[in-house]
Nanobody, 121 residues
């Protein structure tokens, strides 16, 4: 059975940093594109960053230059390094595994359970 487990969320002050991790099991991790999405209660889930099976990346304009997505296929794990965090980054962050392998992501694949990131002083 497929499992995606996120970790690393928490409370951080504006300007601070966090690193999220997503560890996958039950899939051939290296062939999947992996992505981070975020959702504020009552709004639509949005793509934050994605990394293709080949390593190409895709970022939302709102996080370019501040967030970095990466993956370690040997550990079946994806990361999101978040720097210069702003209050508007506050959301539940979800990881997704997409079998198409493309960083543009599709509606296919699997979701994690989410981890909360709160940016507040």
């Amino acid at each position: 059975q497929v499992q995606l487990v996120e970790s690393g969320g928490g409370l951080v002050q504006p300007g601070g940093s966090l690193r999220l991790s997503c560890t996958a099991s039950g899939i051939i991790f290296r062939i999947y594109a992996m992505g981070w999405y975020r959702q504020v209660s009552g709004t639509q889930r949005e793509l934050v960053a994605a990394i293709a099976s080949g390593g190409a990346t895709n970022y939302a304009d709102s996080v370019k230059g501040r967030f970095t997505i990466s993956r370690d296929n040997a550990k079946n794990t994806m990361y999101l390094q978040m720097n210069s965090l702003k209050p508007e980054d506050t959301a539940a962050y979800y990881c997704k595994a997409d079998p198409t392998g493309r960083a543009t992501m599709t509606s296919l694949g699997y979701w994690g359970q989410g981890t909360q990131v709160t940016v507040s002083s």
